[in-house]
């Protein structure tokens, strides 16, 4: 099973007699439902086994496989991305990575079986600091009793088995909360109550809701791992998923620019196709640079998971936070492109109003981007004294995108920060080598922007470093973002050969220059040049129905002339 089987399976997006076609999930949408026939179609194809690891009787041995797996999913529908497939994900994942063998068993024949797994983590009295949740167990008789409300759970009502973090002891360290797995038919029914159904303006088909327990007994074989360990298992499994999501949720945005691609080359305006428009070929040109700097970026990340497990506090919040950012900043850009048409729900472009409402809360499903900031801080005056401009560089094979990889190895990850930086240390090497005129004057600046980003880094004060920090400090970390995907992208443009044309550089890398508000590096010629040269494949790839991104992977009904 693949991605591309995957693609095969939903079929023409653009056939109105699709059962998972644009037409019936907008029709689902305006129910406020999942789609029912997805469901029934992921099902049969047995999603749930991309979750389950290989050596559990699932498919999952490698992150970026899943990530390409569930992209694919999300370029159909985000809702039922996430309802059925990350919403899994996000919860067994603290199951691979701590947890019994019996435990891990119980979970796998669940997900085979097709059933749900829910994450119980947050509460809307505490939002994303779970360090503080409410919800608590204590010890009783044999086991625990658990107590307390969680909200804002996707598919709580209709998950079979959740996990659930509660606090376990008075402290407010991480020693103070454990995570359970409750599964619903070994608990009294009365001792658990679903609360209401929250409804979303984005997503309107993801099931949220919460879950109230009362004084719920709960055997003392549910505790994954240790007790006291439930903060520990949720910041290295937060490495995983918060690896995966930028990945995976690329895929919005290639339909958003796919559906721009249409509106300017059906629509007319001023005597032309609006993709005529120099402004409109412009929009267009931005938003695929970003969609290739967030794959590059996402792509170097989710094979860190692998590669280099002890950097993963750092990369897999950074990734989190920007490309979440980019691509949302580049649906909207898009929306400019379509107009009104942009937020019709009906019509041949309502998918648009759909994409781009869905993009919101991508950016903060899971954790939000300013949790992601709040993760990094503490970490940069650490790696700017110890790696930034001095150490060593990744090796090669973290940047060859599609290549072979080791098993992930759960074990591997840990909670403590990290202490190496190997892409930055890759962004030093390529400035130093200074390969291209265009491409040695961007990876220079970055070079420069780092040394500036160090010094800056290591004067800041103990209190910058939590979440209390000033609106300074917050920027710093965000700037760190910016310069790990540019080292990303120079550094898998080098190893990517022919699939990554020397052309759409310029304009992927002035992009991510721009977000550092330093000067321009591109004449207004050089530009212009970079922006036709990104127009161009991107119509290109629309043209031939193939992926934007460098895998040019064709699509069923990539057009909407396809039969």
Known sequence: MSAKDLETLLGNPYDDANPVGYRAILDADEQREMSAEGEKLLDAWCLNAEF?????????????????ILRTLWRRDAALGSGYGFASFLASVNVWTASTADQ???????LLANQRVAAAFHELDHGNDIAHTGCAASPAGSGWSLSGRKDVVANVRRAETLVVLARTGPDAGRRSHSQFLVARDAVPADRVRDLPRVGTSGMRGLQLGGIEFADCPIPADAVIGDPGQGMEIALRAYQVTRAVLPAMALGSLDTALRTALDFAAERRLYGATVSELPYVRAVIARAHADLLA????SGVVVRGLHLVPESMAAYAAAAKYLTSRMALDAVEDLRSVLGASGYL?????AIFQKVARDAAPATFVHISRTACLITLLPQLPRLARKSWLTGPPAAPELFDLGADLPSLDFDALVAAMARTDGLLGALVEIAELGDGALTARFAMRFRDELRVLRD??????PGDLTSGAGTAAFDLADRYTVL???????????????RYPDDLLPGVLDRLA??????????AGEREQAEYALFAAAGLRHGEHQLFDPTAQATPGGGKDTP
């Open 52 to 68: 389950v690891p290989a050596a559990y009787g699932g498919r999952f041995t490698r992150a970026d496989r899943l990530a390409g």
């Open 104 to 110: 891990r068993g119980s979970v796998a024949d669940r």
């Open 294 to 297: 967030v794959e590059a970026f």
């Open 345 to 349: 729900r009906q019509g041949p472009y």
């Open 456 to 461: 800056e880094c290591i004067a800041l004060a």
């Open 484 to 498: 790990l995907a540019a080292a990303s992208v120079l550094a898998v443009w080098r190893r990517g050969g022919p």
């Open 514 to 523: 721009a977000r550092l508000r330093g000067p321009a590096l591109l004449t």
